[in-house]
């Protein structure tokens, strides 16, 4: 049973920076590599950033660079998004997932999502 709890969302101003934590489980969290996702509201959910097993490789929306940091913690099943410099069209449900099914270099996430954690950028 793949799990994910999102953590770490709230209420920021312009600017402002937020931490946000995904605890998974119910696979071996060092093999996959994770990804970070959000929706805001009217849109389609769309891919944030995405860590390697290792940590070797990160890429990250062209949104987002320069201003959001992933990391993870394989010892702790833990994964992060460090999120500085915020903006009002950060704004939206913080979800995270897992390269659990690759063919070749494609891959996708399973199907049940977590519950997200909510950023909120105020203007």
């Known amino acids: 049973q793949v799990q994910f709890v999102e953590s770490g969302g709230g209420l920021v101003q312009t600017r402002g920076s937020l931490r946000l934590s995904c605890a998974a489980s119910g696979f071996t969290f060092r093999l996959y590599g994770m990804t970070w996702h959000r929706q805001a509201p009217g849109k389609e959910r769309e891919l944030v950033a995405r860590?390697?097993?290792?940590?070797?490789?990160?890429n990250y929306a062209d949104s987002v660079k320069g201003r959001f940091t992933v990391s993870r913690d394989n010892a702790k099943n833990t994964v992060f998004l460090a999120m500085d410099n915020l903006k009002p069209e950060d704004t939206a449900v913080y979800y995270c997932?897992?390269?659990?099914?690759?063919?070749?270099?494609?891959?996708?996430?399973?199907?049940?999502w977590g519950q997200g954690t909510q950023v909120t950028v105020s203007s």
């Open positions: 997932n897992a390269d659990l099914y690759c063919s070749g270099s494609v891959c996708r996430g399973t199907d049940h």
């Open positions: 860590i390697s097993s290792s940590g070797d490789s990160i």
